[in-house]
């Protein structure tokens, strides 16, 4: 299935992009992470981030549907 | 009125202000955030802000509709800026009126804190080495056993990653 994901701070330079359309097997955002980290050598662990599912905070194992848009979050720092 | 935005230019803080006002407020409580010239030993000269937008807005306003159920005050409001900062200039602003200023202190304490920990807003500090780095995302890559630091169920009041308190 396809889905969209959108990259920000750290992982975006990581990725050398900001966003991709992904032909992806993984069925849940923990599964794409994995994929995604073998692809571009993310440095932070899993369990160091939150993700986002079209726009709304969401869990490790939802499962995903295609045209999803899914958003990695690395440990943030406002203020 | 969004009660939480982003603003890509200078915080104007007087307009801000007139949004808080209410017959019925006695007064106004504010926080700025600056940009601040050190951090954590390096020398910072600049730092970028970077938000995801659309999901920062939702949990931003969630904070703000917090306060304003848990404290009793008129309004509050809180505008980030994203982009390209220097020195001194104003990160954040947090502004909330009441009654009686207790409230209106409390409640803007309360925002900040939140909004530091739960916005998914990123910062990357350039230093005068040359160097540069994301802040919370660089140190606790090499040490992820420290990643419950960052949760905010778990974090210490005066935390010493911030570029400035």
Same mark, same amino acid.
């Given at each position: 299935?396809?889905?969209?994901?959108?990259?920000? @701070?750290?992982?975006?330079?990581?990725?050398?992009?900001?966003?991709?359309?992904?032909?992806?097997?993984?069925?849940?955002?923990?599964?794409?992470?994995?994929?995604?980290?073998?692809?571009?050598?993310?440095?932070?662990?899993?369990?160091?981030?939150?993700?986002?599912?079209?726009?709304?905070?969401?869990?490790?194992?939802?499962?995903?549907?295609? %045209?999803?848009?899914?958003?990695?979050?690395?440990?943030?720092? %406002?203020? | 009125?969004?009660?939480?935005?982003?603003?890509?230019?200078?915080?104007?803080?007087?307009?801000?202000?007139?949004?808080?006002?209410?017959?019925?407020?006695?007064?106004?409580? $504010?926080?700025?955030?600056?940009?601040?010239?050190?951090?954590?030993?390096?020398?910072?000269?600049?730092?970028?802000?970077?938000?995801?937008?659309?999901?920062?807005?939702?949990?931003?306003?969630?904070?703000?509709?917090?306060? +304003?159920?848990?404290?009793?005050?008129? =309004?509050? +409001? *809180?505008? =980030?800026?994203?982009?390209?900062?220097?020195?001194?200039?104003?990160?954040?602003?947090? %502004?909330? $009126?009441?009654?009686?200023? %207790?409230?209106?202190?409390? @409640? *803007?304490?309360?925002?900040?804190?939140?909004?530091?920990?739960?916005?998914?807003?990123?910062?990357?500090?350039?230093?005068?080495?040359?160097? $540069?780095?994301?802040?919370?995302?660089?140190? *606790?890559?090499?040490?992820?056993?420290?990643? =419950?630091?960052?949760?905010?169920?778990?974090?210490?009041?005066?935390?010493?990653?911030?570029?400035?308190?």
């Amino acid at each position: 299935m396809q889905l969209k994901i959108q990259y920000y @701070a750290l992982m975006r330079e990581q990725a050398g992009r900001s966003e991709e359309t992904l032909e992806t097997a993984s069925n849940t955002p923990a599964d794409l992470y994995g994929e995604l980290t073998t692809r571009y050598g993310f440095t932070l662990a899993r369990e160091q981030l939150k993700v986002a599912v079209n726009s709304e905070f969401s869990d490790w194992s939802r499962r995903l549907a295609a %045209g999803d848009a899914v958003v990695f979050i690395p440990p943030v720092a %406002g203020g | 009125m969004m009660r939480f935005r982003f603003t890509q230019t200078a915080i104007d803080t007087a307009q801000a202000r007139r949004e808080l006002l209410d017959p019925g407020a006695g007064g106004y409580a $504010s926080f700025e955030g600056w940009v601040r010239d050190h951090n954590e030993g390096q020398e910072v000269t600049r730092l970028e802000y970077e938000a995801f937008q659309e999901l920062a807005v939702k949990e931003g306003e969630r904070i703000v509709a917090e306060a +304003l159920r848990r404290f009793p005050v008129k =309004h509050a +409001l *809180c505008i =980030h800026r994203v982009g390209s900062l220097d020195l001194s200039d104003m990160a954040v602003w947090v %502004g909330v $009126s009441s009654a009686h200023r %207790g409230e209106a202190f409390d @409640a *803007c304490r309360f925002i900040i804190d939140e909004v530091k920990h739960r916005v998914p807003i990123w910062k990357k500090e350039h230093y005068r080495s040359g160097d $540069s780095g994301w802040v919370n995302c660089e140190r *606790c890559a090499a040490a992820p056993h420290h990643a =419950h630091e960052h949760d905010h169920e778990h974090r210490h009041l005066d935390e010493p990653t911030a570029s400035h308190s």
